[in-house]
């Protein structure tokens, strides 16, 4: 939906650390290019005068002057200094000049913080400048990146501008609830040396960097004077762009205005003295001493002696494979974990040696540039070179490269680079180095489409989103996707991380910091409390009441947050007011004296907080009682929040441990007021593309390419880019398709059951236990030729049983199926588990079968065919057997025949070939044990939190739970000590057509969490939520495609500017479908106001009494000519129907308008 438009810029971009943050730097080209028309007013007429005057050749100059009649006068025309007339309501398109508001972009516009308002600044040069912390959110750097610039053209655009978009009030982002700007670089680096405890001062350099501080008034801080040292070093923790470092604490409490005075002035001040102390970079930096050389060889020889050690045991047969994995896999995964190791340790070794004096720790520890990994690598040892997650391969003629042997798996061969960069590369270690590069390069390539296309369908699909005027979250078609923006109607900006000190105490340590406990002797005495007071508490019993309630109040909401919110045990929650940080201010603020202590009521605390809570900090206001669903919508929305701000502002708590007077109550109670409706959601923010952006945003940071855990024996999970087109293409078939299977109590903790339900779970055939399967001509069943089996078997006939068909009816082929006895026993199956699945199969007299005894050196199976069945085969076998052995016809007793074949030898070659579809059909199609789809289950300790509510506290304990590969949610739930209440699948669509809609919803979004968290990336709760509500909204799973989009109901306008544009307006067309165009894309694209935001709230006029004021307006006018032409003064209220018509007159309209002059022009 992009559009070519007037009135923008764009040129290459550099750096000055000097301008604001929220300034930009105009090349003064530009300036004179791109105008901005001003209207004449009284106030401005002579400094307009004064541009006209220049012309458009001089800046600050003007260009045109539009006269009222929408007359252009062309000042290039115009005589030099020659007068051009203005009067007030003329337009003069004037130059750019300092202080214009602009909007700033560079592509791609990943997130809102891509596109943003600042103020100019004309500089000379040609090319943007801007202030290196805002280059973080634009993705920017200096290597020859361009913006685009774009100048507002009304006081509307620039308000809005102004007040919305400027860099200050996009500080924080809604998408992480943190920071997006910080210091970096090189002002990150001088913070850092600056506060280290040796960096002294001389008198003349304090002076110096005094006159750096921008609206210093001369004066000295009072911290100076009184002496208060703070002590430590400002790294990027502080004053970075992590979550409650100093940048979020300030944007959350003095204001965007004072942040930005912040950044600009710290970075002044630390430059210049860098610019003294002086920092460079150089080869004496990555210099090693040869002690460290000598520690870095033996390591490596270590790790090459232990690879090597390991191939010995590989091709000897004596390593041992790890569970769910290959011989080879195990040994890959075993190499790696060493070469790993030994880059660690090498890189460890080498980063010990440095300190601060080195420039490059330096700037690692400031953290501005690097890490102990590139440390590790410019100084020691590059490391192991992966390609597609793996080793460097084998490639033609099993070798990786020409330099190397045939079937060589040492760490040189198989891509692990020993030298360092210091050191340099041999060739072959050169060529495993850019083999690992230029994955790097393809990934960045392709991910960049696949990301960008799923970034456009995410918007697309939630792009109308909005938060509605009764706060309930909307498409355009007004259909509600939640009631209350991501549950809690916040806005994303304001929440911030905090931990629930509730959750974390016990019920003793409950009662005993909140429970006014008056029967007890020490009440009060260790804090203090009017004596008068505490007298008269003792008989109020309404006030003990009151107390009493309180403390109840906190004991449930512990319950409540405990078993019902987090039953998980997380204590560090968002929340939007940081009540902890606030208590420190009122302390701060108001220091309390003893007599000011003393005035404190606990009970008019306790009656203050309880009005905040339920009448002042309201979300969705109840209209009337029967309005339940309001009150509903309330209580969960602030339940929470309510719970932790109860804990902290209880009255004993207040007097007690934080000893606050009356005044630092008050301001407290009134600023949690104001930062509750500070952090609201406003109606009209188009919630749903900031959704879109969230998502899409850390989706391009994600790796493409899926690289499985390397943990021992886990099961394969598809990660990134590819598991997030999965999840929103809602796949019908999951690429690694998985079960975490929980277990009831009984099972959970007790590794044997735990054992006995993965062997029940796993999907075994008899092809998973057998080692081998041969077909024998044998013709005396009583006396085998297979020399292993002839004592058993002798023993077996020896005894014949009376059911047992006789000798003489057996076939004269057999089937010896020999089986795994370790298999056997780590499945817990026995021989007579397998010999009756096989007569289940088949009928007793189809099939004759024996076995050896559990306990037999070999385990061994014995089937035969009885001979008068050999022309008349088993029909249950033919379907799945033929389609196995490609055989046309489904009976082999009608396949064609040798015709010189006796009747005997017929009989035995159908024989034959019945054995072979048998082997084949026992193998794969005959299940021993399982549930089926479930290809391999896989055991794991976990760790899981429980509340034990006997002693208010989380205890950790140990559980089994199952992972599977394969999926079967439905058989699996039947399954005895399967907990059905936690055990869930990755396929939401199977989710879906087993537990429902609400599962399904759950499910997504924890799926898309662990996509997105997987590498360390975070979004908040209510951008994933949208997206589900989304999808899940018709009752039904809604793909983000063109499958899911375009099949709702939305307008063709809308539909055809996502995909399949010609068939929709054609369709469209045949029907006579209509578009109601209250959507984005309908009105973008007839260049109207979307209905978001500003362009939210429409103003509703009654022309017709537009009119009757419009013809008082004049009949006033004439009446006040009339009488100052006949020398009348008229009084209000002295006749004259129309000026008074509280005299007595009549007004033509009881509504009529009557003003007294006529509105300005402009």
């Not at 007030?88 to 596109?115: A, C, T, W």
């Not at 040869?290 to 191939?311: D, F, G, N, Q």
């Not at 590059?382 to 460097?392: A, D, S």
């Not at 009970?603 to 203050?608: D, E, G, R």
Request: with cysteine; glycine share 6%.
């Amino acid at each position: 939906m992009g559009k070519r438009v007037d009135f923008s810029a764009r040129t290459v971009i550099t750096g000055d650390p000097n301008l604001p943050i929220d300034v930009v730097g105009v090349p003064k080209s530009i300036a004179m290019t791109l105008t901005y028309p001003e209207f004449v007013t009284n106030l401005n007429i002579n400094r307009l005068k004064e541009l006209v005057k220049r012309g458009p050749l001089e800046w600050p100059g003007a260009k045109y002057v539009i006269r009222e009649d929408g007359t252009r006068f062309d000042l290039r025309h115009a005589k030099k200094g020659g007068e051009v007339a203005l009067e007030v309501g003329y337009r003069v398109e004037r130059h750019m000049q300092d202080g214009d508001y602009v909007l700033f972009n560079r592509q791609p516009s990943l997130h809102k913080m891509s596109i943003m308002g600042h103020r100019v600044r004309v500089l000379p040069y040609s090319t943007f400048r801007l202030n290196l912390s805002v280059t973080s959110p634009y993705n920017a750097d200096f290597d020859g990146d361009e913006m685009n610039l774009h100048l507002a053209q009304s006081e509307e655009t620039r308000a809005e501008i102004k007040h919305l978009m400027l860099v200050p009030k996009q500080i924080v982002s809604p998408q992480g609830n943190k920071p997006v700007m910080g210091i970096v670089q090189d002002s990150l680096l001088a913070v850092s040396k600056f506060t280290r405890r040796d960096a002294f001062l001389t008198r003349p350099m304090v002076f110096d960097l005094l006159l750096q501080i921008p609206y210093w008034d001369g004066v000295v801080p009072p911290p100076a004077i009184l002496g208060e040292l703070l002590a430590g070093k400002i790294c990027k923790k502080t004053v970075g762009s992590s979550s409650g470092s100093l940048i979020h604490l300030l944007w959350n409490e003095v204001g965007p205005e004072r942040t930005k005075d912040f950044l600009g002035a710290l970075q002044k001040l630390v430059n210049f003295w860098l610019l003294h102390q002086g920092f460079t970079v150089g080869c004496s930096d990555i210099i090693t001493s040869p002690e460290t050389c000598r520690k870095v060889e033996e390591i490596l020889k270590e790790a090459k002696e232990e690879v090597a050690h390991l191939t010995r045991l590989a091709h000897k047969g004596k390593l041992e494979a790890q569970p769910g994995k290959s011989l080879r896999e195990s040994f890959e995964a075993r190499v790696n974990k060493e070469l790993n190791a030994a880059r660690e340790k090498s890189g460890k070794v080498a980063s010990e040696q440095l300190d601060e004096s080195n420039n490059i720790m330096a700037m690692v520890l400031a953290g501005s540039k690097g890490s102990t990994i590139n440390i590790s690598q410019i100084m020691a040892c590059v490391g192991q070179q992966n390609v597609e997650g793996k080793r460097i391969p084998f490639g033609f003629n099993n070798r990786s490269l020409p330099h190397f042997s045939k079937f060589d798996y040492s760490p040189e061969s198989r891509g692990f680079v020993e030298h360092s960069y210091l050191t340099g590369l041999l060739p072959q270690e050169l060529f495993f180095h850019a083999m690992g590069g230029r994955e790097g390069i393809i990934d960045t390539a392709c991910k960049t489409s696949e990301t960008g296309y799923i970034q456009r369908r995410l918007m697309k699909a939630m792009e109308d989103v909005k938060v509605a005027y009764d706060r309930t979250v909307r498409n355009s078609a007004q259909e509600v996707l939640q009631f209350l923006y991501g549950e809690d109607g916040m806005s994303g900006e304001y929440v911030e991380d905090q931990i629930i000190e509730l959750m974390q105490m016990d019920s003793d340590k409950i009662r005993r910091v909140y429970r006014h406990d008056l029967d007890q002797e020490s009440y009060g005495k260790g804090w203090i409390l009017n004596e008068e007071l505490r007298t008269k508490l003792f008989v109020d019993f309404s006030a003990q009441q009151v107390l009493e309630d309180e403390y109840e109040t906190i004991k449930e909401d512990k319950l409540r947050l405990c078993k019902s919110i987090f039953p998980d045990g997380e204590v560090k929650q968002h929340i939007p007011i940081n009540i902890m940080r606030l208590l420190e201010f009122a302390k701060a603020q108001f220091p309390a004296s003893v007599d000011q202590l003393k005035k404190q009521d606990p009970v008019q605390i306790a009656k203050s907080v309880a009005e905040l809570l339920n009448e002042k900090l309201i979300v969705v206001k109840q209209t009337c009682k029967a309005d339940t669903i309001s009150a509903e919508v309330q209580e969960n929305a602030t339940i929470f929040m309510k719970a932790h701000l109860r804990t902290v502002l209880n009255s004993r708590r207040l007097l007690e441990r934080e000893q606050l007077g009356v005044k630092a109550v008050h301001w407290l109670l009134g600023e949690v007021e104001r930062q509750f409706h500070r952090s609201l959601a406003h109606a009209g923010e188009c919630v749903g593309a900031i959704a879109a952006q969230s998502i899409g945003e850390p989706a391009t940071q994600m790796t493409l390419n899926t690289f499985h855990f390397a943990g021992v024996g886990s099961k394969n999970v598809t990660l990134g880019v590819p598991r997030l087109k999965e999840l929103i293409n809602v796949a019908k078939t999951v690429k690694t398709p998985s079960l975490t299977v929980y277990l009831l109590e009984e099972g959970a903790y007790d590794q044997e059951r735990a054992k006995d339900v993965q062997t029940h779970l796993e999907h075994t055939t008899l092809e998973k236990v057998c080692t081998t399967a041969q077909i024998i001509y044998d013709p005396d069943p009583t006396n085998t030729i297979v020399p292993q089996d002839q004592q058993w078997v002798g023993d077996y006939y020896e005894f014949p049983d009376e059911e047992e068909a006789p000798v003489q009816c057996l076939g004269r082929w057999l089937l010896r199926v020999q089986l795994d006895g370790k298999i056997m026993i780590d499945k817990k199956l026995t021989m007579k588990e397998v010999g009756e699945t096989i007569y289940r199969e088949f009928d007793n007299d189809e099939l004759d079968c024996i076995w050896t005894d559990d306990n037999s050196d070999e385990l061994v199976l014995r089937i035969r065919i009885k001979k008068h069945n050999a022309g008349n085969i088993p029909t249950n076998i033919n379907s799945s057997s033929s389609s196995s052995s490609n055989s046309n016809s489904n009976n082999p007793s009608s396949s064609h025949q040798d015709p010189d074949l006796n009747g005997d030898d017929q009989a035995s070659e159908i024989e034959n070939r019945f054995l072979q579809k048998l082997m084949l059909h026992c193998l794969v199609g005959i299940t021993l044990r399982g549930v089926n789809k479930i290809t391999k289950v896989y055991m794991r300790e976990e760790a899981r939190t429980i509340y034990n509510e006997n002693i208010g506290k989380f205890e950790r304990v140990n559980n089994w739970v199952l992972d599977t590969d394969g999926c079967n949610l439905e058989e699996v739930l039947t399954c005895p000590l399967v907990d059905a209440s936690r055990t869930t699948s990755n396929d939401i669509t199977e989710i879906f057509s087993v537990l429902g809609i609400e599962a399904v919803r759950r499910a997504l979004l924890r799926e898309l969490r662990a996509v997105i968290s997987f590498d360390g990336s975070y979004v908040n709760y209510r951008h994933l939520a949208i997206l589900c509500d989304s999808m899940t909204q018709k009752g039904y799973l809604m793909s983000i495609t063109r499958h899911g989009i375009n099949r709702v109901e939305k307008g063709p306008l809308k539909k055809c500017s996502f995909e399949e544009t010609v068939e929709i307006l054609m369709e469209a067309a045949i029907f006579a479908e209509t578009d109601h165009l209250r959507g984005v894309t309908e009105n973008i694209m007839l260049g109207q106001l979307c209905p978001l935001g500003t362009g939210d709230p429409d103003l509703l006029i009654d022309e017709e009494k537009l009119r009757d004021a419009h013809r008082a307006t004049q009949l006033q006018q004439e009446t006040n000519g009339a009488a100052l032409e006949g020398g009348l003064m008229m009084s209000p209220g002295a006749g004259g129907d129309l000026i008074s018509p509280e005299g007595g007159g009549s007004s033509p309209s009881p509504n009529a308008m009557a003003v007294s002059r006529q509105p300005p022009r402009w």
